[in-house]
Nanobody, 119 residues
Framework: QVQLVESGGGLVQAGGSLRLSCAAS????????MSWYRQAPGKQRDLVAT????????TYTDSVKGRFTISIVNAKNTVYLQMNSLKPEDTAVYYC????????????WGQGTQVTVSS
């Protein structure tokens, strides 16, 4: 069993920055991809950013392109989400996700961390 533990959320003013961390209890390489999702009150959970644990290739939802950066520090088994130029619409609970693809694949989720952006 792998645990994913998020941290780094909080309250920030619009235009500010936060860095979220997702620490895995096991090796990040057990996953093919690591992602950050977010869920605002009354809304579905949406994908924010994904990174390949092998190639480092990353993708972003359009609303965060140019403002958010996902990265991995393999030695720390940690995935980060650097969030700059935050907007009130970025307010949500942010979840870390790890997926191993294939017939014996699996998915793990963290418990979430609250990000609140005030206007």
């Amino acid at each position: 069993q792998v645990q994913l533990v998020e941290s780094g959320g909080g309250l920030v003013q619009a235009g500010g920055s936060l860095r979220l961390s997702c620490a895995a209890s096991g090796s990040i390489f057990g996953f093919n991809t690591m992602s950050w999702y977010r869920q605002a009150p009354g809304k579905q959970r949406d994908l924010v950013a994904t990174i390949s644990t092998i190639s480092g290739f990353s993708t972003y939802t359009d609303s965060v392109k140019g403002r958010f950066t996902i990265s991995i520090v393999n030695a720390k088994n940690t995935v980060y989400l650097q969030m700059n130029s935050l907007k009130p619409e970025d307010t949500a609970v942010y979840y870390c996700n790890g997926i191993r693809h294939g017939a014996l694949g699996y998915t793990y989720w963290g418990q979430g961390t609250q990000v609140t952006v005030s206007s």
